[in-house]
């Protein structure tokens, strides 16, 4: 009897499982999800703030490097949404589809997970280039992934007056019906480049 009543019991989690509970607990709350907005926009501040207080190149070379940051997190964001997120791997797409289930929902990254990846990718960095290099493209980098935040943020929770802010965000919400298509959130550059924009005539075309 006893040994029955052992073996319907729930295994325990240990350490790892009890922590890894409360982090996909914290990940969907409301305030995880304002958090990580503000801790974002942070770190995108302060880096950007210490490369120009550092600055020793000319100014126009310094904003070509933050304009590289900027496109290298959108193209990570497009490869990233397109092979993980809507990839094999569960543990990204099962929380993906939770998203496409329920698109007001807040489920996330814990806040602190996104900004400590950014600066030690900054130190990483740091240590091929120089530091004003390292600071001012993961400024840019981490720019890119705050300015994504906000616009899956907004796109789902407002809308829109504006003909053009009106295009940008139907062309997320078409992702949502046609998701092979329209993997980039905040530019439409890589589905262009890569074929992956939606098409509305190739898609009436189809059987």
Known sequence: MTDTIDEQEPPQLGRFGALQRSMERLASTRINSWLGLASDIGV?????????????????????????????????????????????????EQGHSRHHDLPLG???????????????????????????????????????????????TVIHRMRFQSGLARRWAAAHHIHHFHPNSNF????????????????????????
Do not use: M, N, Q
């Open 44 to 92: 995108s501040a302060f880096l950007l703030a210490a490369g120009f207080w550092l600055l020793d190149l000319r100014i126009t070379a310094a904003l070509y490097v933050v304009c590289a940051g900027i496109l290298a997190f959108s193209f990570v964001e497009y490869c990233f949404h397109r092979w993980l997120f809507h990839g094999s791997a569960a543990v990204f």
């Open 184 to 207: 980039g959130v905040t530019s439409p550059l890589w589905d262009i480049v890569l074929g992956t924009r939606y098409d509305r005539r190739a898609s009436k075309d189809s059987p």
């Open 106 to 152: 807040y489920d996330s990254l814990p806040f602190f997970f996104a900004p400590v990846a950014i600066l030690v990718l900054a130190g990483l960095l740091g240590l091929a280039v120089p530091t004003v290099v390292a600071l001012l493209f993961t400024g840019g980098f981490a720019a890119g992934y705050a300015f994504y935040g906000l616009s899956h």
